[in-house]
């Protein structure tokens, strides 16, 4: 059994018995990485930021701006609606922000969705003409693609005449 007289023991029993630093002197110790370094960047002036705002397409940037205030206020409403449905017992009140969030969300989907549809058919309409070049060329094309067949009883509607 070891005694207090024993070296070993001693150094333990001194390493544990500081109470400003039980697990000893941070300086000494190797298990403590050192703090990372940080750089002080110098933050944009509102003249480079007008600039970079500028070089973003303007329907975008007011979608995206739209869609964020949305979305955050219809997270909020059900948020506080649901609490004081839930923990007030306030279920009219509750209910109503529930509903109001609800119809954010959907104008969020609705606005998002009317945008790309904007988008998609702006970029229809800008290859629409390459394909009207590429039949010009080639007049085969024309002759197979006119819509009009012999062996086909149907009219243009899809009916039998």
Known sequence: MPTDSDGEDDSFHEQWADAEQPFGDPEESTLIPEAPSVTNHDEPDAEQLGDDLSDVDSDLLNVFTVCVVLMNLGVLLISIGLLLAVFRGMIEIG????????LALVRVRQHYREYKRDRDRDTDADQVPELAVDREADPATDADTDGASTDDPTDSAGRNP
């Open 95 to 102: 209910g109503g922000l529930v509903a109001i969030g609800v």
